[in-house]
């Protein structure tokens, strides 16, 4: 057995608990090799059809493609163009087509091999193919690992706003191969990161605590740092997502920094001006200062939550923000298309401190806008 085989045979799995639609996800090295044997021991010999993307297919789709060849399951591949304005009515369409040509039916499997927006577009086709498909998450980002993968949201977005189309869709296995991550580039690595210190955040002040003291051994991609920081925020949110599959309460913790980091997505075109984590980590930094602000929590665990983003190189603040940036009057609008909104109004998740946010319904729009005008400037 070569040294991947043998670390795969011993990746860790969390299984994400939703009754009969329970599903694993499996995290280590070496689990692309095997993603024929692991699919077909979970999931049955179904046949395969991957969605990938340009960037990603030239580092990883033949290591793949040969493992579910192997045994025959392979249907082909579907390579879309990079970057987060492939999640659109535009590719949706074609994508659905192709999968059809391909002759993929009901009892098939569509194989998501990338980072977030192809596993949300991915997962959102299969939602809608056939009136649903199987799928298999395969996400190469960090980002992806810890976050987008696991749960079943699946969608593309609108100008209106970011994942404003999409459906609850779990898929049938995840495979976490933590050798992906050498092949990104920093600021990747960096923007995945962002995703990982939320749950230290929003849930888990020893976590937190542990990556500030141990960041830079998971930024080197050392194995035992990097496969605990991500089986701790799968854990994390595998936890969450069993309580509260549709977002009905718990799981809009998960969406801390998200209401002003998707504004700020939305205002820069989703492009590669300003990647998800980047934002994300610019709005929990102000997550936590409006909360400092509203008297929710200590100045001093605003500040820390900030010091910490910076440490590792991402913004913490709009005017990090590369180009023109929004006005108060912009912000409130993209903020309302923000899919918690209930009745017209604005819920934020807050913080009481580190490892404790709270969801914050009804806050004041007067509120809001005299905060942002002191972040804006």
Known sequence: MNVHAASAAHARAVNVP??????????????????????????????????????????????????????????????????????????LAPLCERLLELGIERGDLVVALGGGVIGDLAGFAAAILRRGVRFVQVPTSLLAQVDSSVGGKTGIDTPQGKNLIGAFHQPGLVLADTDTLRTLPLRELRAGYAEVAKYGLLGDAPFFAWLEKNHPAVFALENEP?????????KAKAGIVGRDETEQGERALLNLGHTFGHAFEAWCGYSDRLLHGEAISIGMAIAFRFSAARGDCSAADAERAAAHFAAVGLPTRIDEIPG??????????????????????????????????????????????????????
């Open 18 to 91: 939703l009754g009969d639609r329970a599903y694993e996800v499996l995290i280590g090295p070496g689990l692309l090799q095997r993603a024929g044997e692991l699919i077909g021991a979970r999931l049955g010999k179904a046949r395969c059809a991957i969605v990938t993307d340009a960037n990603v297919a030239k580092l990883h789709l033949a290591t793949i493609e040969a493992a579910l060849s192997a045994d025959g399951r392979l249907s082909g591949s579907i390579t879309l163009p990079p970057g987060e304005s492939t999640k659109s009515f535009r590719e």
């Open 226 to 234: 990097l496969t605990h920081a991500v089986e701790t925020s799968v």
């Open 324 to 377: 023109d940036k929004p006005g108060i009057d912009a912000m409130m609008k993209l903020m309302a298309q923000d899919k918690k909104v209930r009745q017209g109004k604005l819920t934020f998740i807050l913080a009481r401190g580190i490892g404790d946010a709270y969801i914050a319904h009804d806050v004041p729009d007067a509120e809001v806008r005299a905060f942002l005008g002191g972040e804006i400037g």
